[in-house]
């Protein structure tokens, strides 16, 4: 399916357009087939604002889809004043084998991506019938949300920033920091160097420096786009370490996350647990479109917890730090919101973690 690609129709296409419109699992969607062979062979004069592709694997055809401006094609179930800001798309699987398998929502992606490419603001919306509910799925899977009141799917790709939720995973509670995980902060991770060097961090010795830490945390919690927990042990209430998604880019829905764990804590999932639950909130409940993430050369442990949750590696930048009299590399990862969404990332293999906000 990584090689699936969409290629403009030509009239050598009609042939193969006519057997899958006429097609029993076609047909019981799209009605009446002369229709929209008509559209298609009218491309290039009463029907050109429309874009009409052919699905292809390994040069195999395999579907249909098309986009178009709603400004230009003028029908009843929307309304809009100007064009390039609303647009909407069709597709369908001709061929049998390939229906059930993720080539519509792969053929959605692709729509979506050529109408972005050209349109960056655009909205978008589809209105397949409601007893369609692999399209529905599809449209789901793609980032789209129903919107009842209107009866169309719309595809809604801003950063919809809430702030630090609470989050209660098996084991864990995230939440926002409170003055009184000084003691356990002091105590488990923010005094230990070798804690606060794996992410180039100062340490904190005394309940004044840590006070005057929660502070900046505590009083940044009124702003929606600043996110940073405290890790709370459920079975002892400890505060064990900390979680924070930074470097937010709101134009290009872009964050990376960093995370904390004091030693004593170490090789039990914990961290984890966390970054999966952060992941989640990342990917269902901001809607980022990638998260990154990084470690320094030699943190075994933080690599550990990348590969368990199934991050992509992108690259070294080399000599980074100087830390200690010598230069360390800086490794760096991702996970788009795509990948996410694959059935391999909540596999038995990689684990899953559920999570509760409120």
């Not at 490419?117 to 789901?140: E, M, R």
């Not at 830490?213 to 370490?241: F, H, M, T, V």
């Amino acid at each position: 399916m990584e090689k699936l690609k969409l290629v403009p129709v030509q009239d050598s296409h009609i042939r193969q357009l006519t057997c899958w419109l006429n097609k029993e699992h076609v047909l019981k969607w799209y009605n009446d087939a002369d229709e929209w062979l008509n559209e298609i062979k009218e491309r290039k004069g009463n029907f050109s604002f429309l874009n009409h592709f052919i699905a292809q694997e390994e040069n195999h055809p395999i579907g249909f889809g098309q986009y178009y401006d709603c400004f230009a094609a003028k029908e009843d179930w929307y309304t809009v004043d100007r064009p390039h800001e609303l647009f909407s798309i069709d597709y369908f699987i001709g061929e049998e084998d390939y229906l059930r398998k993720g080539y519509g929502k792969q053929i959605i992606r692709l729509l979506v991506e050529r109408i972005k490419t050209q349109y960056p603001h655009a909205k978008i919306i589809v209105q397949p019938d409601s007893d369609n509910i692999a399209s529905c799925k599809a449209l789901l899977g793609n980032g789209f949300i129903f919107d009842p009141k209107a009866n169309y799917y719309t595809l809604d790709d801003t950063l919809k920033h809430c702030g630090t939720k609470v989050i209660n995973t098996e084991r864990l509670t995230l939440r926002p920091f409170q003055y009184a995980d000084d003691n356990d902060m002091l105590a488990y991770w923010i005094s230990d160097p070798t804690i606060q060097s794996l992410y180039s961090e100062p340490v904190y010795v005394t309940k004044e420096e840590v006070r005057a830490l929660l502070d900046k945390y505590i009083n940044s919690y009124k702003n929606p786009d600043y996110y940073r927990w405290a890790i709370i042990q459920k079975e002892s209430g400890i505060c064990i370490g900390q979680v924070a998604i930074f470097l937010i880019d709101n134009k290009n829905h872009f964050c990376e996350i960093e995370y904390a764990l004091g030693s004593k804590f170490h090789r039990k999932g914990y961290a984890t647990e966390a970054v999966k639950a952060i992941l989640d909130f990342c990917f269902n409940h901001v809607n980022f479109h990638k998260v990154q993430v990084c470690h320094k050369e030699g943190n075994i442990a933080s690599q550990g917890v990348i590969r368990k949750c199934n991050f992509t590696y992108e690259g070294t930048l080399r000599d980074f730090f100087y830390t200690d009299g010598k230069y360390v590399d800086r490794l760096y990862y991702s996970m788009l919101k795509e990948e996410y969404d694959k059935d391999e990332f909540k596999s038995e293999q990689t684990g899953s973690v559920r999570t509760f906000i409120t």
